[in-house]
């Protein structure tokens, strides 16, 4: 295992290249320029997200979650069951960190901040804007907890889909949209000679700064 993991290159041949000094002054332009490039490019599951979240006692947790929006504030938004482990350790603790990997260009995107609900409404327009199907995925409940056997879930799909057939306005009561106030945003470019660019944006109350970091 050892030798195959060594015998794998960490990037492609052919890297963008990152020029910091014309890098914009915020860092949601800058995110916005290397999505789109990665949409262009066809790399696969470009808004996928590894959240990062701890419990109260500093447990942390990390899963792959969709990024539903970024907003010219600097928040990145996803969704999920407030009942969800993530959920229940974003009530007691809200700092939060969520990465972006985008191998065929070599960039990864590390955001830190706060999170929390955006809000009821924003929160029912974002489930009654997911397809059937996945509405009746989130309205099962239960997220992470033991599951006795698959006949079990069928059943309770069913019934989801039964119960959102019946009544299509309805939105499941723990389904959250939340915000990732980012604090920190860091934008890191691989480089073939293992030069790897880092700009990090940070903020307190006010406006943005940027720094570069050793790699
Ligand atoms: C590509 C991908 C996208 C996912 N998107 C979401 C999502 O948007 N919301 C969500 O709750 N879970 C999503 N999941 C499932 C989560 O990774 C995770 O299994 C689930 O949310 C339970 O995590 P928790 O117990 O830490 O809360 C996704 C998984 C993958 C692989």
Redesign the pocket.
């Known amino acids: 295992m050892r030798e195959t993991l060594r015998g794998l290159p960490p990037f492609p041949d052919d890297l963008p290249d990152f020029d910091v000094r014309s890098a914009p002054g915020d860092p949601v332009s800058l995110f916005l320029d290397w999505f789109g490039a990665a949409v262009q490019d066809q790399v696969p ?1 470009p808004h ?1 997200m590894t959240l990062a979240t701890a419990d109260a006692a500093g447990r942390v ?1 990390s ?4 990024c539903k929006d970024i907003d010219d504030g600097g928040r990145w938004y ?4 407030s009942d ?4 229940r350790d974003l009530a007691a603790n809200r700092h939060a960190a969520a990465s972006f990997w985008w191998p065929q260009h070599g960039r990864q995107i590390r955001i830190a901040g706060v999170a929390g609900s955006a809000g009821e409404q924003a929160s029912a327009d974002d489930f009654l804007a997911r397809p059937p199907a996945s509405r009746a995925a989130a309205l099962l409940g239960h ?2 907890e033991t599951l006795d056997d698959l006949t079990a879930l069928d059943q309770a799909f069913r019934r989801s889909q039964e119960v959102i057939e019946a009544d299509p306005v309805l939105v499941a009561p723990d389904w959250t949209l939340y915000a990732l106030y980012a604090e920190t945003v860091e934008f890191w470019q691989a480089d073939r000679q293992r030069r790897h660019v880092r700009l990090q944006y940070q903020r307190d109350a006010g406006p943005w700064a940027k720094r570069l970091l050793w790699p």
């Open positions: 599951g996928a947790s899963r792959v979650l969709i996803f969704a999920s069951s969800s482990g993530k959920g997220q992470s």
